[in-house]
């Protein structure tokens, strides 16, 4: 019999082993601490974070990355401090990954690589001592009991292997990319043994204005997810023109029912999912849940958020008449001058699309266009290509100081599987680690 299970072989998963297996050997123990992945190599999906460049932490203090989390940051407290981001970076460092800060204290590996940061992590869990078997995917989980053992979990596996062991962390990660081997496995076994689990739906995702897409808006496919509009869905004339446009330093307001609920300053990208980047990715998540509620979506972006609207006015009335008076443009056409005027206020790429959304304005107008350019949201990318799962397992059936299960003893949880989650920025694969961590101590300290 094992001493410990982890099923998942992710963020969390792998930090998990190497906080029990690295517990046990601080104490002079050597117990058995064995990770079950159902892919044939682990952290797959820490592959794609970052676009490969992998933001694996982020360097705020409590009293700032705890307003990054959500719903709520009490279950996430205790396993910050456990393992804070100053102490992920040494476990890295130690574990021979040097890191790079960059702005808005975001870190990434010192190569930019996010298979350095998988090896990292395999490495320290070879070095803590536990196990890691891929292509040994969990299907069933049951609570047992025998005279001499007491009370044991039984693990029976897709491929015909069968493990028992005296605690089980349960680290499988969200819905979010299924490809990846989330699949939702550990919700389905959570709720066996009673466990709430509270509403699931994707987050930091593309969320997708009406018309961008070819296909019909609100076209399901999945019935249990009003508004999902896969990705795979073809763009539309609108959709293409705008599609790999970036705009930096904007202001995105996220509008529910008609009233202003979330506005967000930086970066963001038109995509062939819809509309993306730091900002796009942080008003997806109340604008997901406002959309499966049933309510109306609107976002208003402001190109030019750090002049005032009477300002650009005047600019835009100087340049126009400096237009006018080139003789250059003197035998031009109206539209040929107003796309030289355009020019002049943003990306080149980006003027057809924008005219595509903005038929009737004119050099008049203009301003009102920059400063609050409308999108009426018709739906999101789902699960397929989402970064992290809201929702999860309830904090009311969690004991937050060791993440223990309130109903079932020696039952553990980890990462993604939790009603937590994080803005992007390097705050859910925090999450992860911090979690993770915790619960592999507590399993682990809880046999000593």
């Keep these: 019999m094992e001493d410990i ?29 064995t990770v079950l992945e159902k892919m044939p190599r682990p952290g797959r999906k820490i592959m794609i974070t970052g676009k490969g460049r992998c933001n694996f932490t982020n360097m705020k203090d ?17 396993a910050f401090f456990t393992l804070p981001p100053e102490k992920t970076v040494g476990w890295f460092k130690d574990a021979g990954l040097d890191s790079i ?65 005296r605690r089980l962390i349960i680290a ?52 249990t997810l009003p508004g999902h509009i896969d990705r795979s869905m073809p763009l539309s004339e609108t959709g ?30 038109f995509t062939d999912g819809g509309i993306e ?7 997806s998540r109340k604008c997901v849940n406002a959309i499966i509620n049933g309510s109306k979506v609107l976002v208003t972006l402001d190109m030019k958020p750090a002049v005032e609207k009477t300002a650009l006015e005047a600019r835009i009335s100087r340049l126009w008449k400096e237009i006018a008076e080139d003789r250059r443009s003197r035998n031009k056409q109206y539209k040929d001058r107003f796309r030289i005027l355009l ?21 008049k107008t203009l301003a009102k266009a920059l400063k609050c350019w409308k999108f009426d949201i018709g739906g999101y990318v789902g699960y397929e290509r989402c970064v992290i799962t809201a929702g999860g397992i309830s904090s009311d059936c969690i004991t937050a100081k060791t993440l223990e299960s309130k109903l079932c003893k020696g039952l553990y949880f980890a990462g993604e599987i939790l009603d937590l989650d994080g ?24 046999l000593l």
């Design 5 to 33: 299970i982890i099923i998942g072989g992710g963020a969390a998963g792998m930090a998990a082993a190497a906080g029990a297996a690295g517990y046990f050997r601080k104490n002079g123990q050597h117990r058995q601490v």
């Design 62 to 78: 409590w009293n700032s990355f705890s307003g990054h989390i959500h719903p709520k940051s009490n279950l996430l407290k205790p």
């Design 101 to 165: 800060v960059e702005r808005g204290d975001r870190v990434f590996p010192s190569t930019y690589r996010s298979s350095d940061v998988v090896d990292m992590l395999q490495r320290s869990v070879k070095q803590a001592g536990a196990c890691l078997l891929t292509n040994h995917g969990a299907k069933s989980i049951s609570l047992r009991r025998d005279e001499d053992e007491g009370e044991y979990f039984l693990i029976k596996c897709t491929s015909g292997a069968i493990f028992t062991c």
């Design 172 to 223: 499988t990660g969200g819905l979010s990319y299924p490809a990846t081997g989330s699949t939702g496995d550990g919700y389905r076994w959570a709720e066996e043994t009673g466990h709430k689990i509270n509403s699931c739906f994707p987050s930091l995702t593309a969320i997708v204005p009406k018309n961008y897409k070819s296909a019909p808006q609100g076209t399901l496919t999945d019935s």
């Design 240 to 269: 293409s023109l705008l599609n790999d446009n970036s705009l930096k330093n904007i202001t995105l307001t996220l509008w529910i029912d008609g009233n202003p609920v979330q506005e967000e300053f930086g970066d963001m990208d």
């Design 277 to 283: 980047g730091p900002v796009g990715f942080r008003i």
């Design 343 to 363: 020019g002049k206020l943003m990306p080149m790429e980006l003027i057809q699309g924008f005219l595509k959304c903005n038929q009737s304005v004119d050099h």
């Design 423 to 446: 803005d992007t920025g390097g705050f859910n694969l925090q999450i992860a680690f911090s979690t993770g961590m915790l619960a592999g101590q507590s399993a682990a300290r809880s």
